[in-house]
């Protein structure tokens, strides 16, 4: 595997054997001459709508404030100390999904969004600690990081971000355009813009087991067969009546241990579940979209690509689309797997696509799922 100048010139396999979930890694002119992909007008015009999350953090006097998007109004360029967070700017911007997509040496049921940080001299949200990886990739101006591997992960009490109460930085740098950091989850860090600048932090999926085990369950509901109906017709006069009967509790055991699942039902679960959209996300169909003839031939000159806002995931038979799943045949998964790896289809690789397929494709170009190339 060849080395990423992304990484420090370090293949994927060393950044992840070494640093992954491990260490922090800085990295200096990860990407030479870069330049932000959005102004801040256009970030604020992002923060004003309903559906793009973001979040304006101020500091005056100490005194921590947040305010949830949308957001019509933020303070002036020239008031310090102020921070404004667009999450999923890849969402809704080609260049920063080309961006996020740089990090798919990790898998895309990792990768989660891009998210730019405007700060104004100053500005910040305090030190605090992430429960995911996370990539702090120096866009605009400079920003002095302090990180610490503390294990006292304790808060402030009664603040409206998650601001550490005992942070003591071991290590400070300050990133210019180009250069980035890796931190590994729970690791404390603590921004400060030097001059108005820009962060872009690429994020990662990390689900709880909790919420795993929660929506997991809501799955198997779904499948679950029980047939049959409570009966006791061995029943004997209660002495304690409020007293739950042992051989009821006994009876109602057994059947809930004919419950079962297999690595198939997981597997078909976590692909649904770790390709659903997000709450906020929306797709828009084509203002007139072609006939399906004309959309073939199309197709067959400029080819597909997904929306920036699809996750196309498959394990072994089983592809996953937004949250949909479905089994394909051994000829079929060559063509979709290449879609969900490429996120792309030349006119050449459609050619090789089934009917189902093609009628498949359709159907998500219908919906925005997919675009013409």
Known sequence: MKKLQLLGNITPAQFLRDYWHKKPLLIRNAIPGFKPLLKLDK???AAAKNHVESRLVTSVDGQWDMQ?????????RTQREWTLLVQGVNLFDERADALLREFRFLPDARLDDLMVSYATDGGGVGPHFDSYDVFLLQAH???RWKISAQ???????GMPLKILSNFTPDEEFVLEPGDMLYLPPHYAHDGVAEGECMTYSIGFRSPSFQEIGEAFLQFMADSIDLPGRYADPDLQPAKNPAEIPREMLGAITEELNKVRWDEEDVT?????YMSEPKHNVFFTPP?????VGRFMETAAKRGLKLSPKTLMLYRGKHVFINGESFAVSRADKIVLDLLANERRLSG???ARASDDVLEALYTWYQDGWVELG
């Open 43 to 45: 970030l604020a015009e």
């Open 268 to 272: 078909v679960f976590f692909g649904e």
């Open 151 to 157: 294990q006292d992960l304790s808060l402030v009490e």
């Open 141 to 143: 101006g400079k920003r």
């Open 287 to 291: 203002a007139k979209p072609l006939v």
């Open 348 to 350: 050449e690789a459609l």
């Open 68 to 76: 949830h998007g949308p957001l019509t109004e933020l303070p002036p």
